[in-house]
Every structure is written in structure tokens, then in C-alpha cells.
């Protein structure tokens, strides 16, 4: 059974930082893109950023380039988000998915529970 | 940039009846379109992928139809479980931008 777990979610101060981990299980994590995709209270879904299996590849919406790094540990089957320069827009639901085929389809075919990012003074 | 327009905003249909909910692109996304259902409290659930395949698990009560830039998710005969809200996504653009539609809220009539 797949299952993605995130943590790490707070309520941190305007202009702070925060990690993100989502732990994977249930599949071959190395053999997936991975994404990170948020949800402002009470508003809709919007995908935020986007690794290739391998690390090598990044992808971030232009809401959060330069302010947020996307990384993973394949040996620790496990995905990250480091989030600095944090700001009132950022505070939503972090949700980490899997992506459905082996070469990045941008489809979200597992998503964890997510995990409540704060962003206020 | 392509935008993801959704209609309605909420749909009210009642149980075992039909129910059609629209999904526009502003520009071709040809078959690269995916529906997901968000009941409350709960993440997303892939539905349709490839604008009219279903995902592992889905009832054949949900089907996709659509190209290009019209696209549309049809359940036959609703079950008191599939009120939810919908998104539609596309994902023909690359790099990865704006993906999501703003959601329809389907409720109970």
C-alpha cells in the first residue's frame, strides 16, 4: 500500500524558514517524480514544485521560486521542502504526491494527509 | 499561461441522478487533462487521467470525455459519497506552471 506521511508543519513568523519531510512507502520511491502541492485555507489546490526520481531535474511555481528548494533522499525514501523567506500567502495544507509514470506526467496519482503551514506574526 | 475555467461553481443534483461538470482551457491542452475528487478534511483523489482514463479503483460511474480545450466529468447515477468538490488539471505545459481549475462543488439537491 503507498503511503506518503508529511511533517514539519508550524506557524513560523513572516520572513522565517521551515522544512517540509514527506516519509514514502508502499512503492519504488527512486523510480517517481515527486511533487509538493498546496491548499490555502478554504481555496483550491496549487502545485508548487516538482523533483525527477533522481534529483536531478527542479520545477517550482513562480509564486515560490527562489524561496523554496525541493530535494530528496532516495536512500531515506523520503522528500523535501525547505521553505524560506516565508510569507502570509504561504500559509496553506502541504500536501506531498506521487506522480503517476516513471518519466514526470505532472498527474498525482497518491497524495498524503498534508501537513498545516502558519505563516503569521 | 493556460487558465483552467470550471462550471459551475456548485452543481446541485440529487442522489442516483446525473451529474455533468465542465472544465475549459484557454488555450489546447489536447488529451492532458485530469479530474480530482476533495471530500472535506481528506486529500485529493485521482480520478481520470489522459482526459477520459480512470484511475486504479474508480467506479465505472465516473468517465471523462474531452480534447482539446473542452473537457468534461460525468457521473451516471450519484452515490451519496461522491459529494465532493472537483478539480481539473492540466498538464500539457512545460515547465510545470498554473495547473488547476478552481474547483466545482457538487452538492446534495
Known amino acids: 500500500e503507498v503511503q506518503l506521511v508529511e511533517s514539519g508543519g508550524v506557524v513560523v513568523q513572516p520572513g522565517g524558514s521551515l522544512r517540509l519531510s514527506c516519509a514514502a512507502s508502499?512503492?519504488?520511491?527512486?523510480?517517481?517524480?515527486m511533487h509538493w502541492v498546496r491548499q490555502a485555507p478554504g481555496k483550491g489546490l496549487e502545485w508548487v514544485s516538482l523533483i525527477s526520481w533522481d534529483g536531478g531535474s527542479t520545477y517550482y511555481a513562480d509564486s515560490v521560486k527562489g524561496r523554496f528548494t525541493i530535494s530528496r533522499d532516495n536512500s531515506k525514501n523520503s522528500l523535501y521542502l525547505q521553505m524560506n523567506s516565508l510569507r502570509a500567502e504561504d500559509t496553506a495544507l502541504y500536501y506531498c504526491?506521487?506522480?503517476?509514470?516513471?518519466?514526470?506526467?505532472?498527474?498525482?496519482?497518491?497524495w498524503g494527509q498534508g501537513t498545516l503551514v502558519t505563516v503569521s506574526s | 499561461e493556460i487558465v483552467m475555467t470550471q462550471s459551475p461553481a456548485t452543481l446541485s443534483v440529487s442522489p442516483g441522478e446525473r451529474a455533468t461538470l465542465s472544465c475549459r482551457a484557454s488555450?489546447?491542452?489536447?488529451?492532458?487533462l485530469a479530474w480530482y475528487q476533495q471530500k472535506p478534511g481528506q486529500a485529493p483523489r485521482l480520478l481520470i487521467y489522459?482526459?477520459?482514463t480512470r484511475a486504479t479503483g474508480i467506479p465505472a460511474r465516473f468517465s471523462g470525455s474531452g480534447s482539446g480545450t473542452e473537457f468534461t466529468l460525468t457521473i451516471s447515477s450519484l452515490q451519496s459519497e461522491d459529494f465532493a468538490v472537483y478539480y481539473c488539471?492540466?498538464?500539457?505545459?512545460?515547465?510545470?506552471?498554473?495547473?488547476f481549475g478552481q474547483g466545482t462543488r457538487l452538492e446534495i439537491k
Open positions: 488539471q492540466q498538464y500539457n505545459n512545460w515547465p510545470p506552471r498554473d495547473t
Open positions: 508502499g512503492f519504488t520511491f527512486d523510480d517517481y517524480a
Open positions: 504526491a506521487k506522480d503517476i509514470a516513471e518519466d514526470t506526467a505532472m498527474v498525482f496519482d497518491y
Open positions: 488555450q489546447s491542452v489536447s488529451s492532458n
Open positions: 489522459g482526459a477520459s
